[in-house]
């Protein structure tokens, strides 16, 4: 196990087009045994960033640290980490038990017996060890992943990496590695990063999560943190699902409240107590879908709105309304789903409302 210390580091690339930097300013400390997720929308630079680690992609300026050793001049095969790819890439010609031997073969000095114990040791714990004399083509797609999982970590690396590695299986599927992967880091304790554009399986797997956009770290923090307390309008509307429901409103303040206004519509009145400074006229504001309360019947404070579509998840249901001309996502209940067209009303709590800057997007309010 190992410390990870990233400073400042940068990827630039140049070619015929032009110049394009893919990661900027990215700096991050990754404690001993910790699990950290990079999770961001596609082109965000959470891959790049990977294989900088990885010794994969040369790093334009800044610093990688293992253990306080700089690695970042270091072939890929000098920092003692192991790499779980997309799409799994076995070889072919190889059984399972070749595939998860190779690394140990060329990269220890065990002997045969000892690769041998520790291959089966591997595949046992990752549920495999019927499987070791098939071929990669004789595998499932989760059966595929476990053997990418046993070859990294049967060399005990210092780091774990794994980008997007269960992109390729289905939701169900999907789940239960999830759940597994947690049970292994959680008995092998290896310093692990993990790439996904699954803000889920971020929130699900992580100590700390990363939040990428545009090459730059937008936050960082436990699950909790990230989504009652944003940094900015990009976070806030990344994490969570459904996302968070945002649209421009109106600010007018009084004496020892402001009243937030679409249009003629009064959403809701905000104590000043619940936020620091002043607030601009115009601001974007942001709601939670389970932060929308519905009634059949006008209450104190609520507002009309319109039924469009009921989507009935099970558990609860995502309602879609529509205020003027915003849709808005509420998630209810599955006994309240009324049919479309139907109206109900709508009350917003001041504690649950989000404001944001509509210049820079930076958070004004979050959870109160």
């Known amino acids: 196990m190992s410390e990870i210390t990233i400073k400042d580091i940068k990827k630039r690339y140049n070619d015929a087009k032009g110049t394009d930097v893919a990661v900027s300013n990215f700096s991050l400390s990754v404690d001993d045994g910790e699990f950290i997720v990079l999770v961001g929308p596609s082109g965000c630079g959470k891959s790049t960033t990977l294989k900088m680690i990885a010794g994969l992609e040369p790093v334009t300026s800044g610093k990688i640290l293992i253990d306080g050793q700089e690695v970042q001049m270091l072939d890929a095969s000098a920092r003692d980490v192991a790499m779980v790819f997309q799409n799994y890439a076995l070889y072919p010609t190889m059984s399972v038990r070749e595939n998860i031997g190779y690394g140990l073969k060329h990269s220890t000095n065990l002997s045969t017996s000892e690769r041998a114990k520790e291959v089966r040791s591997i595949s046992e714990m990752m549920g495999i060890d019927e499987l070791l004399e098939n071929a990669p083509s004789e595998l499932s797609g989760g059966q595929k992943q476990r053997v990418a999982l046993g070859r990294a970590l049967v060399r005990e690396p210092s780091v774990f990496l794994l980008d997007e590695p269960l992109s390729n299986l289905d939701a169900k599927l999907r789940a239960d590695m999830r759940r597994e992967l947690q049970q292994i880091h959680n008995k092998m304790g290896v310093t692990s990063v993990y790439v996904t554009h699954d803000q889920v399986e ?167």
Do not use: W
């Open 202 to 368: 971020a929130m699900t797997m992580a100590d700390r999560i990363v939040v990428m956009n545009d090459g730059k770290i937008q936050q960082v923090g436990d699950a909790e943190s990230l989504y009652d307390n944003p940094n900015n309008k990009f976070v806030a509307t990344f994490i969570g699902s459904p996302s968070m429901n945002t649209l421009r409103a109106t600010a007018i303040e009084l004496d020892n409240e402001y009243i937030i206004k679409k249009d003629e519509i009064k959403l809701c009145t905000i104590s000043k107590s619940l936020i620091t400074g002043k607030l601009d006229s115009v601001v974007q504001i942001g709601l939670r879908p389970e932060d929308i309360r519905l009634f059949s019947s006008p209450r104190d404070g609520s507002f009309e709105a319109e039924i469009k579509i009921t989507e009935y998840q099970g558990n609860e249901n995502y309602i879609h309304l529509k205020v003027k001309d915003k849709t808005l996502i509420a998630r209810t209940s599955p006994n309240f789903g009324p049919d479309r067209g139907k109206k109900v009303n709508i009350s917003i709590a001041q504690e649950d409302i989000y404001i944001f800057s509509v210049d820079s997007g930076e958070a004004i309010k979050t959870k109160n």
